[in-house]
């Protein structure tokens, strides 16, 4: 047994207690672990922002049960995040739309619209059905962190500053939601993640991609999913001593800590937790295979791209 500041719990009912309580509970969901409060509370919500060290102008993602409760979140919904809910939730997007009354306006960092999303994780779905309230949780991980993927990895930033971490599957997917702004004439994607452009485009011929409109989420203005070590994109494996290697392709000998990887998606699960470990190891270096600019190797790729720029700074 380890021993935490944070309770450790295992029973959505018990989290959900604590949510209508005010408390702060990380929660597992099929892309990162989030860090719920009760987007209806001004207090807890002003909790969040603090035990991540967050910056107040990055707004929160309000999560709930069912895609019919956006009803009750959102000042009106517009059709394109009609048509992206009955496609992909629940799953890993993110509509942004009008917001509703009922949501403190700091969860929305002061803009009038809120970002909703309905999780898949079975975890996830159990503690916002128990708890009945929307949530609002950004990913559990101290500002500027790569998201925590594992139990561990949210111990690890936020013991002591939450009240509970509620245990389950680790995260399917593995990096975050792809968030689509819905409040304007035309949908525009704001942050790749775990639902494709391809697979929007199914749904919304029209919507453009991300870069296309000249804003992005608040979010991804930030220094963000960045590692203490140096972060490289590389096209190929080049072993330096005592660097850490994630990719597809296998290297030759020569690094101290390697992931290959079978497919894109084991990328993506492992990413996070992988430039936690090289951390853990006290590596300086970590190279990363540049993923192809296709279904969720954009997501991941804007993840890598953006870890190397961090490192830059
Ligand atoms: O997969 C996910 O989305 C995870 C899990 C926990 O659900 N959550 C997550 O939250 O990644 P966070 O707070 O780390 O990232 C939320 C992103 C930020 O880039 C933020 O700027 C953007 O969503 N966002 C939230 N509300 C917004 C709004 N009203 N307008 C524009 N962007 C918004
Ligand atoms: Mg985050």
Same mark, same amino acid.
């Given at each position: 047994?380890? %021993?935490?500041?944070?309770?450790?719990?295992t029973?959505?009912?018990?989290?959900?207690?604590?949510?209508?309580?005010?408390?702060?509970?990380?929660?597992?969901?099929?892309?990162?672990? *989030?860090?719920?409060?009760?987007?209806?509370?001004?207090?807890? !919500?002003?909790? $969040?922002?603090?035990?991540? *060290?967050?910056? /107040?102008?990055?707004?929160?993602?309000?999560?709930?049960?069912?895609?019919?409760?956006?009803?009750?979140?959102?000042?009106?919904?517009?059709?394109a995040?009609?048509w992206?809910?009955?496609?992909?939730?629940? /799953?890993?997007?993110?509509?942004? !739309?009008?917001?509703?009354?009922?949501?403190?306006?700091?969860? %929305?960092? =002061?803009?009038?619209?809120?970002?909703?999303?309905?999780?898949?994780?079975?975890?996830?779905?159990?503690?916002?059905?128990?708890?009945?309230?929307?949530?609002?949780?950004?990913?559990?991980?101290?500002?500027?962190?790569?998201?925590?993927?594992?139990?561990?990895?949210?111990?690890?930033?936020?013991?002591?500053?939450?009240? *509970?971490l509620?245990?389950?599957?680790?995260?399917? $997917?593995?990096?975050?939601?792809?968030?689509?702004?819905?409040?304007?004439?035309?949908?525009?994607?704001?942050?790749? =993640? *775990?639902?494709?452009?391809?697979?929007?485009?199914?749904?919304?011929?029209?919507?453009?991609?991300?870069g296309?409109?000249?804003?992005? %989420?608040?979010?991804?203005?930030?220094?963000?999913?960045?590692?203490?070590?140096?972060?490289?994109?590389?096209?190929?494996?080049?072993?330096?001593?005592?660097?850490?290697?994630?990719?597809?392709?296998?290297?030759?000998?020569?690094? !101290?800590?390697?992931?290959?990887?079978?497919?894109?998606? %084991?990328?993506?699960?492992?990413?996070?937790?992988?430039?936690?470990?090289?951390?853990?190891?006290?590596?300086?270096? +970590?190279?990363?295979?540049?993923?192809?600019?296709? /279904? +969720?190797?954009?997501?991941?790729?804007?993840? !890598?791209?953006?870890?190397e720029?961090?490192?830059?700074?």
């Amino acid at each position: 047994m380890i %021993s935490t500041r944070t309770r450790i719990l295992t029973d959505p009912v018990e989290a959900a207690g604590l949510l209508r309580e005010g408390k702060l509970v990380a929660f597992p969901t099929e892309t990162v672990y *989030g860090l719920g409060a009760d987007a209806t509370n001004p207090l807890a !919500v002003e909790r $969040v922002y603090r035990a991540k *060290g967050r910056p /107040g102008d990055n707004p929160l993602i309000v999560h709930l049960a069912g895609a019919e409760q956006i009803e009750e979140v959102a000042a009106e919904v517009p059709e394109a995040a009609s048509w992206l809910l009955e496609a992909f939730a629940p /799953g890993p997007i993110t509509v942004i !739309v009008p917001r509703g009354p009922s949501i403190v306006p700091a969860v %929305s960092a =002061g803009l009038e619209t809120v970002g909703v999303r309905v999780p898949a994780h079975p975890v996830a779905r159990a503690v916002l059905k128990a708890a009945g309230i929307p949530v609002a949780a950004p990913s559990a991980n101290r500002s500027g962190r790569p998201s925590g993927t594992t139990w561990q990895a949210v111990l690890a930033d936020l013991d002591g500053r939450i009240d *509970g971490l509620l245990m389950g599957e680790r995260p399917e $997917v593995g990096i975050e939601s792809t968030v689509v702004d819905c409040s304007g004439p035309v949908p525009a994607v704001l942050r790749t =993640g *775990g639902i494709s452009l391809e697979q929007l485009r199914d749904v919304l011929p029209g919507i453009m991609a991300r870069g296309e409109r000249l804003d992005a %989420s608040p979010g991804t203005r930030h220094p963000h999913y960045a590692p203490t070590a140096r972060v490289t994109v590389v096209d190929a494996p080049r072993p330096r001593d005592g660097a850490a290697y994630i990719g597809l392709q296998q290297p030759e000998p020569g690094y !101290v800590i390697t992931e290959v990887v079978p497919d894109l998606e %084991s990328y993506a699960r492992t990413l996070y937790a992988f430039f936690r470990k090289a951390d853990s190891v006290g590596v300086k270096q +970590i190279d990363c295979e540049r993923p192809p600019a296709s /279904g +969720i190797g954009v997501a991941l790729r804007d993840r !890598v791209v953006r870890a190397e720029a961090a490192s830059d700074r």
